[in-house]
DNA sequence: GGGAAAATCTATAACGTTATAGATTTGCCA
DNA sequence: TGGCAAATCTATAACGTTATAGATTTTCCC
């Protein structure tokens, strides 16, 4: 009875009438030609029955649905893409910078389940080393190939963020920028995560913080360092940051230099690190200078996906859920492309407790 | 003097004329009609001026080639897709069940990787747990969606691959099929790699090998299986595989697995395994057991991505180059699209020695 | 210098869709 | 019954591209 023209891949279904098997071999693709000439009205009418306009008859459109339906009619994109200027593409424009231990594929899974119900496909767009982050941008929106975008890796002054949001063009963001440009985006509450960390290791009687921080040019690195800081403040710990290395350091200079600030007089005794390959090297680099983890020190990381309890079971976890973030974008993205009831295009999502078994689950 | 029109992004160049910037604000985007009027050509003439044809003048081209980088034109996507079928995009096909250390993220940096200087997209289309697999393929052959597809999770007899087959739509597969049909593909050589792991192992004395295999639907759980026991049985080893679990089971399931393993009578000695997250299940349940890594026993993995020798540094470690699949699959999936030199579209990686550093590393 | 062949260009139609204005039919009321 | 409005449908044009057949110009040879 009903007709979904956006279903899953742009499947034409009835209730009633199940989707004929595809024609057996050399059959032209029908198109709205062929069910005019079906059904004996003309192409203007037909279309205009598919989308459900008022000025076409009840029956008509039930009967131009049927045969659509049984003929196994989708809509030629290219046909309302050059018509109407609406490319139903997605694009995700990523760095390839990311973490080895990325989140990409999470993410690449999740917009992609949140697009299974309708009719965008995804898009995606690494940008390399040698690149300018605004070329694939500045190409999407010059050449109209998508009708959003979906941003990762975020600093606090954007330039894509900027160029996009003068324009008017359709995107989010995975993560917020702060130029003073209102945007919608998903983030991670880094600070807050910081906070939890910094909490967690003082319980344990930690009073000597060490944290391996984001890159500087990346929003989230200010976020963590601001409520590492002032923690560590609140709770009158002692606290400093890696300057030599940051977590998209190389694993091999992060170990070392953990393991030469533990060599050296004063070693720290809590760790806060924000990605799994941190983690790892961080805790390679102590045990390599003689410390054990959750003798000697603690360590509190954050990850998407669960690993490191499997690497040192002593480790402090709080679990970052890209997927859900990929799902809130896309949806947001698809909200604001068509206009619809603006949902709130703004999400921090909030870090729950520490996973480690002998953590003190509720404060 | 040159016009690459498809250089990166579609971007029209030529080295006597930069681009110019884009056009302020509210310019409309230059198609080969606005390229017409400005050189007094016909529409027709312009198109065929930038395509190079024969019977197009010298100093013709030449103008409009100008004018057209002049202008900043880029082809719309829409009107050439509508006009000759082409949409000048892969299909990336994906399972969501990859591993969890996966290999997808490198797998989608190197295709587009491959397509940057060509006028190719990428799109991402993962099936998920619920899903035929053969669904997002149908959808694509049916609607035209692609000018080409990348598959992975290959079976040894799979319908998807019989299904492009049969209809001759370009397609290439990180893995290879068994069932008499010759299709393109990248496969890395598991027989190999375990003849070589179990080689590795019998050179250390290890005389009771274990492996966990991977899932058996698996193309590639069929060569590994057969490369294992083919090559202890020439190197008179024991050998079992797990019966309970396969690399995609769950880390505890895989662990628990390994555990019971090393608390029976007869345990292992030498273990050989196609995954990180199985690596480390296994050392897990092995050490929780009371048997060490170097000592009691070793361990034969392969991944895609340097991690394992950070988990334990006597792990025996074979590097699956998955950057090179990618580049490979997209080369070649082109090649065959525009129907170019036949390249050869089948290679089989050859594993490389193993990369501890106490291993033996010239035979 | 005439004519044919080669070189170069153009007009037209078509791909599948939708917006628009207009055409036709129906219903209703005076 | 006439007339007007509402309801329903249709013809046309346009989005940007390319294939095709044909038109025009130039070149060359006898």
């Known amino acids: 009875m009903h007709l979904l023209h956006r279903g899953a891949h742009d499947m034409v279904l009835t209730t009633d009438t199940p989707p004929v098997a595809p024609p057996d071999s050399e059959v032209e693709r029908p198109t709205l030609k062929t069910i005019a000439a079906a059904t004996g009205l003309a192409i203007a009418t037909v279309s205009r029955a598919l989308k459900d306009a008022p000025d076409i008859g009840e029956d008509t459109k039930r009967r131009v649905r049927e045969t659509a339906a049984l003929l196994g009619y989708r809509p030629n994109r290219a046909g309302v893409r050059l018509r109407t200027g609406k490319t139903n593409v997605i694009a995700l424009v990523l760095s390839t910078e990311a973490d080895v231990?990325?989140?990409?594929?999470?993410?690449?899974?999740?917009?992609?389940?949140?697009?299974?119900?309708?009719?965008?496909?995804?898009?995606v767009m690494p940008y390399f080393r040698d690149q300018d982050p605004m070329t694939p941008i500045r190409y999407i929106v010059e050449t109209g190939s998508a009708d959003g975008v979906v941003l990762n890796q975020i600093m606090p002054d954007d330039p894509r963020i900027r160029y996009m949001s003068e324009r008017g063009f359709p995107f989010t963001a995975h993560?917020?920028?702060?130029?003073?440009?209102?945007?919608?985006?998903?983030?991670?509450?880094?600070?807050a995560f910081a906070r939890l960390g910094v909490r967690a290791l003082v319980?344990?009687?930690?009073?000597?913080?060490?944290?391996?921080?984001?890159?500087?040019?990346?929003?989230?690195?200010?976020?963590?360092?601001?409520?590492?800081a002032d923690e560590a403040a609140v709770q009158r710990a002692r606290f400093e940051i890696a300057t030599e290395v940051s977590s998209d350091s190389h694993s091999e200079q992060?170990?070392?230099?953990?393991?030469?600030?533990?060599q050296s007089g004063n070693p720290p005794d809590g760790i806060l690190v924000?990605?799994?390959?941190?983690?790892?090297?961080?805790?390679?680099?102590?045990?390599?200078?003689?410390?054990?983890?959750?003798?000697?020190?603690?360590?509190?990381?954050?990850?998407?996906?669960?690993?490191?309890?499997?690497?040192?079971?002593?480790?402090?976890?709080?679990?970052?859920?890209?997927?859900?973030?990929?799902?809130?974008?896309?949806?947001?993205?698809?909200?604001?492309?068509?206009?619809?009831?603006?949902?709130?295009?703004?999400?921090?999502?909030?870090?729950?407790?520490?996973?480690?078994?002998?953590?003190?689950?509720?404060r």
């Open 254 to 262: 992060m170990e070392a230099a953990v393991y030469r600030r533990f």
């Open 274 to 362: 924000g990605s799994t390959t941190a983690a790892m090297a961080a805790v390679n680099g102590a045990e390599r200078a003689g410390f054990h983890i959750g003798a000697d020190f603690d360590l509190v990381a954050k990850e998407a996906i669960p690993f490191l309890r499997r690497f040192r079971k002593e480790m402090l976890v709080v679990h970052e859920d890209v997927g859900r973030a990929g799902d809130f974008l896309a949806r947001t993205l698809i909200a604001a492309i068509e206009r619809r009831t603006p949902e709130a295009g703004q999400f921090l999502d909030k870090p729950e407790h520490l996973g480690a078994d002998d953590a003190p689950q509720r």
């Open 203 to 228: 319980e344990r009687q930690r009073q000597r913080l060490f944290m391996i921080a984001p890159p500087r040019e990346q929003s989230y690195s200010g976020h963590m360092i601001t409520g590492f």
């Open 101 to 123: 231990m990325n989140h990409t594929a999470q993410m690449i899974y999740s917009i992609a389940a949140a697009l299974r119900e309708t009719a965008y496909h995804l898009v």
């Open 175 to 191: 993560g917020r920028s702060d130029m003073g440009i209102d945007h919608p985006y998903f983030d991670f509450d880094n600070e």
